[in-house]
């Protein structure tokens, strides 16, 4: 007999509308515990908008999200959810401040604030910088902070919107060591990327987003040995699906 | 020119009523400078960040009451204090706390107004990393202040720069009186229209100096901190 997977999250026909445009169209999907999803598509697909759908950033026009977390946390699901954006922000203060202030936030007390900052500073090797202003620090170093700073809070679900974006193969590489190290600590990933190979490196699943529908999902292996949707078909031999080519109308705008 | 070595001379003597009238000066803008800090920097950062109704309005009447006329602001607060006015029972017409009240109302909209738009600016880089945080309302607001705390001492600055130039509201509300309510602006009018320029003049260097020691140290500061944090 095969175990069922265990839902973590589900999206029930969710739309988001902004200035009179449909940018996520009817979206359904059951995010299970385990695998790291990796949410793949063109720019303008609609990718980091159904990051922050689900990470309630933003409310759905329609439809609506639904986390499966115990009874007693029901009301209370931010907590149990991190988000680390591709532009990564750094608050005027230390680099372990930055790591205190948000734990701070979820009422941790001093001392384990100290403990658990010194552990993911050491975890992502930033210990060394742990006093200087973050705000000082490369774009590499400073995204590798806001992972220790989401890992710090141990959220079951960590968001990441395009986290290497603009870093060079050598930053990008410790950044993904990083992502790994906190999917190996039972933090779920749900990323997204325009990286072809990073996806076929970190995706357990794949979901294929264009103009705000999703159009192909599965195993990455599956995915990448041969997916079924045309556009995908396309997007994986390197053609760009650009808003305005004439086989983009066939999805019914 | 031997005005000017009057002038010279009467600050180099530390003369008696010289000190008392910037002694005065200062108290009253500092406590006003205090008093509309800590009105309008939440005032201005409240309505950076909380939608309400009447905001914008709210933000355009911030806006405009930042050229607000001093002299009508000492009318009214003359007005409210005088005897037959609904807070006469309180005596404080003439007194330091009346000016103290009337360069308050004065700068509360300009600290409100550059706090709005320094939290405002902040805001737009921090808004989605804080709400993902989890960040309370009041914790985003506390967060923001702190953060730009090197941009709103400009502010405080600017309110500053208000408060010890002032004349018209002061003048209304204290009357200029010797050893009570005089200051430094309304003294240097008192002493111009007597024919006293040494002590006009003195008193106008110590304003300028006063004003440029001030700003000078802020920006000290202000260049050493954010040469540390960035």
């Given at each position: 007999m095969i175990a069922q997977p265990i839902l973590l999250l589900s999206l029930n026909s969710i739309c988001f509308k902004a200035s009179g445009k449909q940018l996520i169209k009817e979206l359904s999907y059951q995010f299970k515990v385990g695998p790291r999803s990796i949410i793949i598509g063109p720019n303008g697909a609609g990718k980091s908008?159904?990051?922050k759908l689900c990470h309630r950033l933003l409310e759905p026009s329609q439809g609506h999200i639904q986390w499966h977390v115990e009874a007693e946390n029901k009301s209370n699901t931010a907590f149990h959810q991190a988000m680390v954006f591709q532009r990564p922000v750094m608050l005027r203060r230390t680099?372990?401040?930055?790591?205190e202030y948000a734990l701070s936030l979820r009422g941790i007390n001093k001392a384990q604030r100290?403990?658990?900052t010194e552990e993911v500073l050491g975890l992502t090797g930033l210990s060394h910088l742990a006093r200087f202003s973050a705000r000082v620090l490369s774009f590499g170093e400073q995204q590798k902070l806001a992972l220790a700073r989401a890992w710090a809070l141990r959220p079951r679900v960590l968001f990441l919107d395009e986290p290497t974006a603009s870093l060079d193969p050598t930053a990008t590489y410790e950044i993904e060591k990083v992502i790994n190290a906190i999917h190996d600590s039972g933090t779920q990933i749900i990323m997204t990327t325009h990286d072809l190979p990073q996806a076929q490196r970190l995706a357990d699943e794949v979901l294929f987003i264009h103009r705000g529908r999703l159009l192909e999902s599965g195993p990455a292996t599956t995915f990448f040995a041969g997916p079924t949707n045309q556009f995908a078909q396309a997007f994986l031999k390197g053609d760009l699906l650009m808003w305005d080519r004439p086989e983009t109308k066939m999805l019914g705008d | 020119m031997n005005v000017f070595f009057d002038a010279i001379s009467l600050l180099?003597?530390?003369?008696?009523?010289l000190l008392m009238i910037v002694g005065l000066s200062l108290w009253?803008?500092?406590v006003a400078v205090l008093v509309a800090t800590l009105i309008g920097m939440p005032l201005g950062a409240a309505t950076a960040l909380y939608k309400f109704p009447g905001r914008k309005i709210l933000v355009v009447i911030l806006n405009a009451l930042m050229g607000l006329p001093p002299v009508v602001v000492g009318l009214l607060v003359y007005m409210l204090l005088s005897r037959s006015g609904p807070f006469g029972v309180l005596g404080l017409l003439f007194s330091?706390?009346?000016m103290i009240i009337a360069q308050t109302i004065l700068v509360i909209p300009i600290i409100a107004a550059l706090s709005r738009q320094i939290i405002d600016d902040l805001w737009v880089e921090y808004a989605e990393q804080l709400i993902s945080l989890g960040a309370s309302p009041t914790r985003r607001m506390m967060t923001l202040l702190w953060d730009g705390r090197f941009s709103l001492l400009t502010a405080v600055l600017a309110g500053f720069g208000r408060a010890t130039a002032e004349v018209g509201a002061v003048m209304i509300v204290g009357g200029n009186i010797d050893h009570a309510t005089r200051v430094m602006t309304t003294s240097i009018t008192l002493e111009v229209s007597r024919g006293n320029l040494a002590l006009a003049l003195g008193l106008g260097i110590v304003l300028?100096?006063?004003?440029?020691?001030i700003n000078a140290a802020a920006f000290l500061v202000k260049e050493a901190a954010e040469n540390r944090q960035v």
């Amino acid at each position: 007999m095969i175990a069922q997977p265990i839902l973590l999250l589900s999206l029930n026909s969710i739309c988001f509308k902004a200035s009179g445009k449909q940018l996520i169209k009817e979206l359904s999907y059951q995010f299970k515990v385990g695998p790291r999803s990796i949410i793949i598509g063109p720019n303008g697909a609609g990718k980091s908008l159904l990051l922050k759908l689900c990470h309630r950033l933003l409310e759905p026009s329609q439809g609506h999200i639904q986390w499966h977390v115990e009874a007693e946390n029901k009301s209370n699901t931010a907590f149990h959810q991190a988000m680390v954006f591709q532009r990564p922000v750094m608050l005027r203060r230390t680099v372990s401040a930055n790591v205190e202030y948000a734990l701070s936030l979820r009422g941790i007390n001093k001392a384990q604030r100290r403990a658990r900052t010194e552990e993911v500073l050491g975890l992502t090797g930033l210990s060394h910088l742990a006093r200087f202003s973050a705000r000082v620090l490369s774009f590499g170093e400073q995204q590798k902070l806001a992972l220790a700073r989401a890992w710090a809070l141990r959220p079951r679900v960590l968001f990441l919107d395009e986290p290497t974006a603009s870093l060079d193969p050598t930053a990008t590489y410790e950044i993904e060591k990083v992502i790994n190290a906190i999917h190996d600590s039972g933090t779920q990933i749900i990323m997204t990327t325009h990286d072809l190979p990073q996806a076929q490196r970190l995706a357990d699943e794949v979901l294929f987003i264009h103009r705000g529908r999703l159009l192909e999902s599965g195993p990455a292996t599956t995915f990448f040995a041969g997916p079924t949707n045309q556009f995908a078909q396309a997007f994986l031999k390197g053609d760009l699906l650009m808003w305005d080519r004439p086989e983009t109308k066939m999805l019914g705008d | 020119m031997n005005v000017f070595f009057d002038a010279i001379s009467l600050l180099i003597s530390a003369d008696n009523d010289l000190l008392m009238i910037v002694g005065l000066s200062l108290w009253v803008s500092l406590v006003a400078v205090l008093v509309a800090t800590l009105i309008g920097m939440p005032l201005g950062a409240a309505t950076a960040l909380y939608k309400f109704p009447g905001r914008k309005i709210l933000v355009v009447i911030l806006n405009a009451l930042m050229g607000l006329p001093p002299v009508v602001v000492g009318l009214l607060v003359y007005m409210l204090l005088s005897r037959s006015g609904p807070f006469g029972v309180l005596g404080l017409l003439f007194s330091p706390t009346a000016m103290i009240i009337a360069q308050t109302i004065l700068v509360i909209p300009i600290i409100a107004a550059l706090s709005r738009q320094i939290i405002d600016d902040l805001w737009v880089e921090y808004a989605e990393q804080l709400i993902s945080l989890g960040a309370s309302p009041t914790r985003r607001m506390m967060t923001l202040l702190w953060d730009g705390r090197f941009s709103l001492l400009t502010a405080v600055l600017a309110g500053f720069g208000r408060a010890t130039a002032e004349v018209g509201a002061v003048m209304i509300v204290g009357g200029n009186i010797d050893h009570a309510t005089r200051v430094m602006t309304t003294s240097i009018t008192l002493e111009v229209s007597r024919g006293n320029l040494a002590l006009a003049l003195g008193l106008g260097i110590v304003l300028i100096t006063l004003s440029l020691s001030i700003n000078a140290a802020a920006f000290l500061v202000k260049e050493a901190a954010e040469n540390r944090q960035v």
